[in-house]
């Protein structure tokens, strides 16, 4: 009997799928292309609907039609190698299926070359790390409807469930599902960044220590904060270094590093639009924090605020901090939210943003209770500009505003560098803001370069003649 579905790639995450898909019963063909990782998930997995190849052809051809190939490779050239290696073998209606990390404008390249040549291709989008792709990932799928009709079962059965419904929905055509990944990926750095500022504060500001800190992240995950992020925090903070016996987390050095989809999210915000501007600051965070040796020797010739010594009403400073972080996780999924629709716009996809929140309930690294508000507020209006405007969201920043001001002023009296709780508060002000300063701008814009500007009072475009330039001056 042939196989139902192939995996070219058995790295951790490959692996991980392989293992998942013959966990619900489907027959699946192994391929890397060094053979050793094939021998050696044979061994350490064997399973009677598992078999291993050597040679491309012999795998593709065990596979039963139209065929489905599921990538699991490095993203950019070797995908398109891969791609490359394996359509000559290839007959029309065949499915090449992208679970990479690839760049939205890869995939969507991908898609209209391969179906010129009559082979389908789907972006699927793969989120929830190694675990995740073992128990369950969340999955985001795009191409042509029928053609992801065709792997539904395969993907749906494999993804994670939520109230018993997938995490795993169709997304839209050509490179969309690797769009919204990106802009997952970008709230995920955004998400990490504000936690990491409250464990700051947490820290610094208010003078807990490393425990006392983690049984206040569990706390708080029996709250509106509960996710996997707030989870693993506490689990990383009550975690001890064997070698040291100290908390771990003073012995991890602190240099973030990324694989470039944050960076990715924000360049695209720029390029359509978006003010998606905590997620471009956490991005700033990580490349600020590898010039750890700059930084240490900044703090020897640099002046700073002296910082309070005690905090004497620490309840109330902590219940800030917690408002202030569910307040920045509202603007940043605010942001992230308004680059899917721009998006949606123009790109000409056709997302829905409800099934997507719904999606990442469950198996992604920014799994969270929050997401099933974000998704009832698309339901109720799919045409919502921002969630900020959805009466539920609308209550929460009106009841958490206060919080997030008062910890962002506290912490820049006291010198501690805060820029997604700061960017967020910002962000929200402006949001709000009916008349913002634009008007200057686009004053000096007509002053020094005729750009013209629109009235208030009345339409049109017009043009001021400001006098002299002083640039023009003796």
Same mark, same amino acid.
């Given at each position: ?6 995996? &070219? ?49 012999? *795998? ?83 191409g042509e409807k029928d053609v992801y009709d065709k792997v539904a079962p395969i993907l749906e059965k494999m993804a994670a469930k939520v109230n018993g419904k997938p995490c795993c929905s169709y997304i ?28 700051? *504060? ?123 972080? &569910? ?36 198996g992604c690294i920014i799994q969270a209770e929050f997401l099933e508000s974000v998704s009832q507020a698309f339901q109720a209006d799919p045409e919502l500009k921002n969630i900020l405007r959805a009466p539920? &969201? ?32 910002? *962000? ?47």
């Open positions: 009997m042939r196989h139902s579905i192939g995996i &070219f790639g058995l790295g951790v995450m490959g692996s991980s799928l392989a293992k998942n898909m013959l966990n619900h019963d489907e027959r699946v063909a192994l391929y890397n292309y060094t053979p050793d990782l094939t021998k050696q998930f044979i061994e350490d997995f064997p399973h009677q609907n598992a078999t291993a190849y050597e040679d491309l052809e012999q *795998f593709i051809e065990s596979l039963e039609k139209p065929r489905k190939i599921f990538l699991m490779v490095t993203a950019g050239s070797i995908t398109d190698s891969v791609i490359n290696s394996i359509v000559p073998l290839l007959d029309k209606g065949d499915i090449i299926m992208d679970g990479g990390n690839a760049n939205f404008q890869d995939s969507t390249r991908r898609f209209h070359s391969l179906k010129k040549l009559g082979i389908d291709f789907l972006s699927v989008g793969v989120s929830g790390g190694e675990t995740g792709a073992l128990n369950g990932p969340a999955l985001m799928p795009s839209g055509t050509e490179g969309s599902g690797h769009y919204v990944k990106m802009v997952h990926n970008g709230i995920e750095y955004a998400d990490m960044q504000l936690i990491s500022e409250a464990y700051q *504060f947490l820290r610094k500001i208010i003078g807990l220590d490393v425990k006392e800190i983690a049984a206040i992240f569990a706390e708080w995950n029996e709250w509106e904060l509960k996710s996997y992020l707030i989870e693993i925090t506490s689990d990383i903070l009550n975690y001890d270094d064997p070698e040291t016996s100290q908390p771990i987390i003073d012995v991890i050095l602190d240099k973030a590093g990324q694989k470039g989809t944050g960076k990715w999210t924000s360049k695209d915000a720029l390029d359509i639009g978006v003010p998606a501007s905590i997620i471009t600051e956490s991005v700033f965070a990580r490349y600020l924090s590898s010039l750890k040796d700059e930084r240490v020797e900044a703090a020897n010739y640099l002046a700073g605020p002296k910082m309070e010594l005690e905090i004497s009403d620490k309840d109330y400073w902590i219940n800030l901090v917690k408002e202030a972080l &569910f307040m920045g996780k509202i603007c940043t999924y605010a942001q992230g939210f308004m680059q899917y629709k721009q998006a949606a716009e123009h790109y000409g996809w056709d997302l829905q943003l409800d099934e997507i929140a719904l999606i990442f309930r469950g539920y &969201f609308q209550e929460k920043a009106n009841d958490y505003e206060g919080a997030l001001r008062r910890v962002v002023m506290k912490a820049m009296e006291n010198g501690l560098s805060i820029p997604c709780l700061s960017s967020s508060l910002s *962000f929200y002000d402006g949001y709000r803001s009916p008349r913002n300063g634009a008007e200057l701008i686009q004053a000096q814009r007509d002053y020094f370069g005729a750009h013209t500007y629109k009235r208030v009072d009345k339409a049109g475009v017009f043009h001021t003649e400001w006098g002299t330039d002083p640039m023009s001056r003796d």
